[in-house]
């Protein structure tokens, strides 16, 4: 079965467990319905499409050529993702380290950065610099916070000793060496789980998708035995039934599912071209895509069980301690962990938990990446050179983020994340289920998965990918329009200048799809332009299983093959033929796909 680390949510993808959990239950039921509806359904779409051709983001394109800039997109999303998704990752490196002491650095406001508001929770002493008597209230910080605009040692050495954050986007500063040399060793990580492609990468990932639950295990186990911990854990599970009827939380949810899941980032349809073509990926994908979600509820426990600790503790409601983003996985939940005993062991376990679902994650980016470019370009030489491809796709993604490593590299992060993968993601996805739905046909696509599960898609999904799921995902798009706020971090308005590059990151990947489809008709054949619509859009003619011996009934060759005729379609190459291994039914099948 294909393994499933926790997708980072939308605004900062920290990880789905540290980010994504952080909503009220106002918002748990429109997310199961989305769930139901539109993330589910998706998810198998994109998995049976990869499994069905052995093909990654591109090659499926041969099922209707004109639309292969839909691949593209991807490709330029995943790129996009993957250059400040491993930023994120080093920065989840630093916090790893700098946890290994006796005293975490965050803890207190007696280091040479903090500022004269610090305040931190643990010594009511330092809160004031000595200037208070003794006799104070146990709630001086909630005073403090009212009083001298508190700011917590964890966000000012977040601000002003990790990133040394700059005053503007444009003033870039100094290059943060500690956070350029965490860079480097995310990539090199990645890099070597990665050098033999599947067959290093898929051990790796039994133990990257495993261990986090364990860790949050042993969080969840000591956070609900903390005094206030059922405090935050209602403030979790509380409706609020005022805003079930906000549109708003509906566009919200279907959002967090949409990204959650990672559709038309393209790992979908790359991972499962490695399956065998006749895997159960209909089993995988409800049984992934509810463990996934699951993990989501579940890890808010426990960070809610921590964070109604430290409310707890401040005096103040639960509400004043969440956050969301970098502000949870760097601020919050780092000065909530302060508060308990050990706090460092607790500290290596959390950032080592991001670190692990990280690069889960980064490991599809990077695959989907070299797949896309071992495919497209086909030859005998780059098979066997794989790995240098995935090596300069690795150097690639170092250079690139090195801006984001520099004093001003928070504001880049964040517009690439609003932008570079928000509205565009949106367009791929309905327009790849438009194109195989209505253009490649919805008979023809339901007897592909009959040929290649042995039964047809079932009635529900049938009904979802026809019409609900594309209602759902044109409604996502509409609402993401409606609801635009230019972004901010913070206090910081973004300048107008700094916004039109946001725009022009999220249209480069949407402007592959009619650009490669002006192209494929100027180069189609046919007299009128109705004749070389129509033949851009029917499936080529290898279009179909990659192996000769699937190739059956509609697909099955008419004259015996030849090496000339091209009837014969190869794997990708030669990990999609040869890395047998057990799969969770006993049976021998191919290397499992790391979603």
Known sequence: MVLCPARPPRRTRTSNEATGATRSSAFMFPYFIMLIFCGIPLFFMELSFGQFASQGC??????????????????????????YYNVVICIAFYYFFSSMTHVLPWAYCNNPWNSPDCAGVLDASNLTNGSQPATLPSNLSHLLNR?????????EYWRLYVLKLSNDIGNFGEVRLPLLGCLGVSWVVVFLCLIRGVKSSGKVVYFTATFPYVVLTILFVRGVTLEGAFTGIMYYLTPQWDKILEAKVWGDAASQIFYSLGCAWGGLITMASYNKFHNNCYR???????????????AGFVIFS?????????????????DHGPGLAFVAYPEALTLLPISPLWSLLFFFMLILLGLGTQFCLLETLVTAIVDEVGNEWILQKKTYVTLGVAVAGFLLGIPLTSQAGIYWLLLMDNYAASFSLVVISCIMC???MY?????????DIQMMLGFPPPFFFQICWRFVSPAIIFFILIFTVIQYRPITYNHYQYPGWAVAIGFLMALSSVIC??????????????DTLLQRLKNATK?????????????????????????????????????????????????????????
């Open 434 to 436: 438009v194109s195989i």
């Open 539 to 595: 499936p080529s003619r290898d279009w179909g299983p990659a192996l000769l011996e699937h190739r059956t009934g509609r697909y099955a060759p008419t004259i015996p093959p030849s090496p000339e005729d091209g009837l014969e379609v190869q794997p990708l190459h030669p990990d999609k033929a040869q890395i047998p291994v057990v799969g969770s039914n006993g049976s021998s099948r191919l290397q499992d796909s790391r979603i």
């Open 284 to 298: 995988d994908s409800v049984i992934i895509s509810i463990t996934n979600c699951a993990t989501s509820v579940y």
């Open 513 to 526: 799809i009619p650009l490669y489809a002006l192209f494929q008709l100027c180069r189609t054949d046919g």
């Open 58 to 83: 591109l090659g499926v394109w041969r099922i209707s050529p004109m639309f292969k800039g839909v691949g593209y997109g991807m490709m330029v999303v995943s790129t996009y993702i993957g250059i």
């Open 439 to 447: 253009i490649y046909g919805h008979r023809n696509y339901f007897q």
């Open 306 to 322: 921590i964070l109604g600790f430290m409310a707890n503790h401040l005096g103040v409601d639960v509400s004043r301690v969440a």
């Open 147 to 155: 009083t001298l605009q508190r700011t917590s040692p964890s966000e």
